[in-house]
């Protein structure tokens, strides 16, 4: 007897190694992650979102690590490396003015967006989402000002919490209402968010005009991000 069970046995093991050669194995990539967001103004239609390495003292670093282009809506979604500190690129696409006086929305001003016209914004390995627009940005530049060798992140870190402070909800990670039709759904934040960019959209038509610009341009809203 014990003569016949051992090649029963044998024979089902091989049977149940070939039965499992064909399975599918499950894998998770640990190398990389999704991160999504908006690129708004109001919100920006066909800009090119990039995003690229940031060493410590906040050096874009060369090549772009992955590339999309936002939807009508100015989302976007983006697969890149994991535990790594990102700078978030947009580069032009267009916008409806949200200070347009115009009451009919359809018939607003669009504004083009040249392709370097940029926002940008500092991705951080705690978040998987990310606004980009000139608040996000300013608070990059202010950043960028500031540090001092090596100490970027954490400087970063500082003025993060001081937005924080000031805007009542972290400008990074919440996404913007628009500012001409916010979504029925969208949260307080948000909607106070879409009540901001349009705040600033008011200053910024206001400076054209004081310049005899015909409509606003990027060189304008880069001068009230400095």
């Known amino acids: 007897m014990d003569g016949l069970r051992r090649p029963l046995i044998l024979a089902l093991a091989v049977t149940l190694v070939a ?3 064909d399975s599918p194995v499950e ?7 999704t991160v999504y967001g908006t690129a708004s103004k109001g919100p920006l239609s066909g800009s090119v ?5 940031v060493d410590d003292r906040g050096v874009q670093l060369q090549p772009a690590l992955a590339e999309t282009v936002t939807d009508s809506f100015g989302a976007w ?13 947009s580069s032009g696409g267009v916008y ?22 940029h926002f940008m914004a500092l991705l951080p390995t705690d978040s998987d989402s990310v606004a980009l627009n000139l608040y996000t940005d300013a608070l990059l530049r202010k950043t960028l000002a500031e540090t001092q060798g090596e100490n970027f992140l954490d400087v970063f870190a500082q003025n993060r919490s001081f937005f924080m402070a000031a805007f009542g909800f972290d400008i990074l990670t919440v996404q913007p209402a628009d500012p001409i039709a916010p979504a029925s759904l969208s949260s ?3 909607r106070q968010y879409a009540m901001a960019l349009g705040g600033a959209a008011n200053i910024v038509n206001a400076l054209a005009v004081a310049n ?3 409509q606003p341009n990027f060189a304008v809203l880069a001068a009230l991000m400095q």
């Open 212 to 214: 005899q610009l015909v």
């Open 27 to 33: 894998t998770r990539d640990t190398d990389h992650r």
């Open 19 to 21: 039965c499992g050669a």
């Open 77 to 89: 979604s983006l697969e890149v490396p994991a535990g790594m500190p990102l700078l978030i690129e």
């Open 49 to 53: 979102i990039r995003a690229y390495g």
């Open 96 to 117: 409806v003015d949200e200070a347009d006086p115009e009451p009919d929305p359809a018939a607003r001003r669009h504004v083009q967006l040249g392709p370097a016209d």
């Open 188 to 190: 307080i934040q948000e």
